[in-house]
């Protein structure tokens, strides 16, 4: 079954996404945009996530629970998970090792808490955007732990991405699933980086406005409509494109 998706999208809980990214306005742009299936990544919580799985139910489009974690060497990782509950274990290993420091909304932007009526519940007073302290591949073994699917984020993008931290892909990667942006191009990056061949990719908006959120353009191969079938077909990493 092909579905259309957008893997990276951002609620008003990431300090750097528009306050208007709400569970029932990012459930209905993509709606309109004709996406089948989306993932809620903030920055380093999950904690949105319930209220736009909620903000979702009886309408014909899935939600898998996700993060966007922040390595200790400040890499994005994108992890996936089948169920709510794996996601937070992940949280409490974040809140465990995450530096405590305080947001400044007025500089950063708010991180605001969201139900599934898109009222403002509370705000995440400490920081978001920063490392969680985890590294990559502490990260990646804990995500996989929990039967989740790990994928490094915008890898060709110039900051918080495997090629500029790093300065490499590392042979060791215990993935097999990448993402590069929009604006990538995955052909000269391979040119440069040989090992970069071995891996399947997606790419999604990496939304942090309503208007971001990606278009039908993009399909995953799944068994059904189901949030089990796409993280199946994510960690097989076959029938993207």
């Not at 996601?87 to 950063?108: G, T, W």
């Not at 500029?164 to 590392?170: E, S």
Request: with cysteine; glycine share 6%; aromatic share 4%.
């Amino acid at each position: 079954m092909k579905l259309s998706y957008d893997l990276h999208i951002h609620t008003a809980l990431s300090p750097c996404a528009s306050d208007d990214m709400t569970p029932n306005n990012i459930v209905n742009m993509s709606l309109l945009k004709g996406l089948d299936v989306i993932a809620i990544t903030d920055h380093n919580s999950v904690e949105n996530c319930a209220a736009t799985i909620k903000a979702a139910e009886n309408k014909d489009i899935i939600v898998i629970p996700g993060m966007e974690l922040q390595t200790a060497e400040d890499v994005h990782l994108l992890c996936f998970f089948e169920k709510i509950e794996q996601a937070f274990e992940l949280q409490e290993m974040v809140n465990e090792k995450i530096l405590k420091m305080d947001n400044n909304p007025s500089v950063l932007g708010n991180q605001y808490l969201l139900n599934h009526e898109d009222e403002i519940i509370g705000e995440k007073k400490e920081m978001l955007l920063i490392s969680s302290g985890l590294s990559l591949n502490d990260a990646i073994s804990k995500v996989k732990s929990l039967d989740g699917v790990p994928v490094p984020a915008h890898i060709d993008r110039g900051h918080n991405s495997l090629i500029v931290n790093l300065g490499f892909v590392p042979e060791n990667l215990n993935v097999n699933l990448l993402e590069i942006s929009q604006q990538g191009n995955l052909e000269q990056l391979m040119k440069v980086y040989k090992n970069l061949r071995q891996y399947h990719y997606i790419t999604n908006s990496d939304a942090h406005y309503l208007g971001n959120i990606s278009e039908r353009i993009r399909f995953i191969e799944a068994e059904n409509k189901t949030v089990k079938a796409v993280i199946k077909a994510l960690k097989q990493g076959g029938g993207l494109h």
